[in-house]
């Protein structure tokens, strides 16, 4: 059974600070999906990812994706207050038909002025 | 170009009765995928709907439900609700069953 984990789950960082958001999964995927969502609201697509070796970037967000070690990242450059939110990856298992998306926990990050 | 839409936003229902929870995929897709996301929680997926078929199902009761029509939007209907069954509900539209999923804006239920 595909699982998927986040590390850290909760993330305080000071305005103008790099991080990196890290994305476990237990088994083949061919499709990695990483998702934004602020409090109470839908999830916003940030990044998708699809072969061994994928970098994406995005403003101050940066996406990668190694297929061998079953890892992604999402990095943060000088964070900024507007980027507080709660980061979802999301794996698809391998040849699958179907948008079946396994998520991780979610990363809260709160950025602090 | 049209988004995904949910309706209600909020709902509040009572243990034991049922609700129906709407969806409006975006213009084009034909995929409509359901997913539960209880408070503090990654979404879980319910099931998904492909040309008004079934395509798919997490690890929900048979108490969960579901429909697509001919202009591909679709319903969740849940039976005996319980109050477990509180969360957002969020609908996501693809192309194909394995299409990019956009998703809607939810829809809060509250049991009491």
């Known amino acids: 059974e595909l699982k998927v984990e986040q590390n850290p789950l909760f993330l305080s960082m000071q305005e103008g600070k790099n991080y990196t958001i890290y994305c476990n999964y237990s088994?083949?995927?061919?499709?990695l999906y990483w998702y934004r969502q602020d409090p109470g609201k839908s999830l916003e697509s940030l990044f998708v990812?699809?072969?061994?070796?994928a970098v994406k970037q995005e403003g101050r967000l940066m996406a990668s994706l190694d297929t061998k070690a079953r890892l992604s990242t999402l990095h943060i450059t000088a964070a900024v207050h507007d980027l507080s939110a709660t980061y979802f990856c999301?794996?698809?298992?391998?040849?699958?038909?179907?948008?079946?998306?396994?998520f991780g926990t979610g990363t809260l990050l709160a950025v602090q002025p | 170009e049209t988004g995904v839409t949910q309706s209600p936003t909020h709902l509040i229902k009572t243990r034991g009765q049922q609700v129906t929870l709407r969806c409006s995929s975006q213009?084009?897709?034909?995929?409509v995928s359901w997913y539960q996301q209880a408070l503090g929680q990654g979404p879980q997926f319910i099931f998904q709907?492909?040309?008004?078929?079934?395509?798919g199902r997490g690890n929900f009761p048979p108490r969960f439900s579901g429909l697509q029509f001919p202009n591909y939007s679709s319903e969740l209907n849940v039976n005996a609700l319980e109050l477990d069954d509180s969360a957002l509900y969020l609908c996501?539209?693809?192309?194909?069953?394995?299409?990019?999923?956009?998703f809607g804006q939810g829809t809060r239920l509250t049991v009491v």
């Open positions: 990812l699809l072969s061994n070796g």
């Open positions: 996501a539209s693809s192309l194909g069953g394995a299409g990019e999923a956009f």
């Open positions: 709907y492909y040309r008004e078929e079934e395509n």
């Open positions: 088994t083949t995927s061919d499709r």
């Open positions: 999301a794996v698809a298992p391998y040849g699958g038909a179907t948008n079946k998306l396994i």
């Open positions: 213009s084009g897709h034909n995929t």
